[in-house]
């Protein structure tokens, strides 16, 4: 299907005629029947990103099932069993060319009023440059896309407000790592254009509120590489839901979203005001925006972009600088347990390992910390239903996140999915999954056909979610019911990530 964001025609990957593919509604003990007919002239798929389904509807090729050929159709059948917010999307290229849609479930029966206004709220990035391009561009030079890196004038001023010995040894930190302190998003505005609802800035997607209504919107993160930090300047959203499941609810001004989340915020339109829902990149390279209305046509106030922020000691050493009082609003902490690496990690395949890496959740990330106003962390995220299996876990399983930025390999442990053995699950087996992000970046990990139960660093029961944001230098574990039989996906949701290699099959059988 033609579209033009940029200026320039290009063929986008539509469904029934549409980009973002149609939103699906279905209720809580609905069996539904998809039937998925592919008119490309390449293989596809379709995953639906946090349904409970069967292994051989999830849609993952190669794993669940073996594709859709040009010109076949595929039936998919299964049973609604959860309610909430959530995404269908491809499990090939077609995801980043627009085959991407919302799903939102209601329940048999609520006892809650519906809010007045309801809407989803997608947001994703568009290139005009074809995604395997994309791809190969990275490979060849990590840093494609950042145009933001250090220059002479920034250590010039570093060394103002620091001194020159302190300058000096921050670069030398970050040459050691091998990554330069603005690199932790590896596609930016150099060839996104972002998106909300499938619509530029300039096209301004409404929806229509009036003053007294409460309003839900379901936001869905259905970038390709893109975190956005999503606030409504005047507008105090209260989060009740994420990945589908109600948490008590809690107010912020702003909260980070990443490629396979979705958050669900209310809020009480206080006037007959435009209001505008401003979403940036967390490279701070462009944005997405939209707007809240009593009607069509009005246009809110846009915020300018924030300054690209750097990356600190933190997301470098891990605990190790915060013990040193380096985190902005965290003192001295104790000293953590040694980090175990595996002999994998210490190959061709990872360049960086982090031997002290920070436990908490109530940081908010790079760009966030130090705001003047209040910003979600995964610390604030509870489920107001306590722990849906306390059993102790029988076993657990530590992965390590590694990279090699320079040459843009990712993976599991220093091994990529294709040297990879699968992980076995036993049947109805409670296990604690722990991360250890030995990297620069954010990764949001996504294991399908099962919820991920996160702990707080003590081991108690936080939240439930189905994908879950790994900081750089964090160390993060959740815990699974192993309850769903077959093959499954288990990845990170950065699309250029899982391609190059941090991707593992789980086995429950």
């Not at 309610?83 to 799903?103: K, N, R, S, V």
Request: with cysteine.
């Amino acid at each position: 299907m033609p579209v033009n964001y940029t200026g320039k025609r290009r063929i986008a990957t539509a469904v029934n005629g549409r980009v973002p593919a149609p939103t699906l509604r279905f209720r809580e003990g609905d069996t539904v029947t998809l039937r998925v007919h592919n008119k490309l002239d390449e293989m596809t798929s379709v995953h639906w990103h946090g349904l409970i389904v069967p292994a051989e509807m999830d849609g993952v090729p190669g794993i669940s099932f073996g594709g859709i050929a040009p010109g076949e159709t595929f039936t998919y059948r299964f049973p609604i069993r959860q309610t909430g917010t959530f995404w269908y999307h491809a499990h090939t290229l077609a995801e980043q060319t627009g085959l991407f849609g919302a799903i939102v479930i209601e329940p048999r029966e609520s006892q809650v009023r519906p809010p007045d206004r309801d809407y989803v709220v997608m947001l994703s990035d568009w290139t005009d440059e074809p995604p395997l391009q994309v791809f190969l561009n990275l490979k060849k030079q990590s840093n494609y896309y950042n145009f933001g890196q250090p220059t002479v004038g920034d250590f010039v001023k570093d060394a103002r407000e620091v001194g020159l010995a302190a300058a000096i040894k921050k670069r030398q930190m970050w040459n050691a790592s091998r990554m330069n302190p603005t690199d932790y998003s590896d596609v930016s505005a150099a060839t996104y254009t972002y998106l909300l609802n499938g619509t530029t800035t300039a096209g301004n997607w409404t929806g229509v509120a009036s003053p007294g209504e409460r309003v839900r919107l379901r936001f869905v993160g259905a970038g390709t590489a893109t975190f956005f930090d999503v606030r409504i300047p005047g507008l105090p959203l209260t989060i009740v839901a994420t990945d589908g499941q109600n948490v008590e609810p809690v107010t912020v001004d702003e909260f980070r979203i990443a490629p396979g989340e979705t958050y669900d915020v209310e809020f009480t339109m206080p006037d007959a005001k435009p209001y505008t829902i401003f979403a940036q990149s967390m490279d701070r390279t462009g944005f997405a925006r939209g707007t809240i209305a009593p009607s069509p046509g009005m246009t809110g106030p846009i915020p300018a972009l924030d300054q690209r922020p750097w990356l600190e000691p933190i997301d470098m050493m891990g605990a190790m600088a915060a013990m040193a009082g380096g985190h902005t609003g965290h003192g001295m902490m104790e000293m953590p347990p040694l980090a175990k690496h595996a002999r994998t990690e210490y190959g061709a395949n990872n360049d960086m390992r982090v031997d002290y890496p920070r436990t908490n959740l109530d940081d908010p990330g790079a760009g966030l910390r130090g705001r003047p106003w209040r910003v979600l962390t995964y610390a604030d995220l509870k489920s107001p239903n306590g722990d849906p299996d306390p059993r102790e876990p029988e076993r657990d399983i530590e992965l390590h996140l590694t990279g090699n930025m320079e040459r843009f390999i990712w993976s599991l442990d220093g091994i990529k999915l294709n040297d990879s053995k699968p992980l076995h699950f036993r049947p109805n087996e409670r296990l604690r999954v722990t991360f250890v992000n030995d990297t620069m970046m954010s990764h949001p990990m996504h294991l399908h056909g099962m919820w991920s139960d996160l702990e707080d660093a003590a081991g108690m029961f936080q939240v439930r979610k189905h994908t879950i944001v790994v900081q750089p230098a964090q160390r993060l574990s959740f815990r699974v019911t192993a309850d769903a039989i077959g093959r499954w996906a288990f990845h990170c949701h950065l699309l250029y990530h899982m391609a190059a290699g941090m991707f593992r099959e789980v086995v429950v059988a």
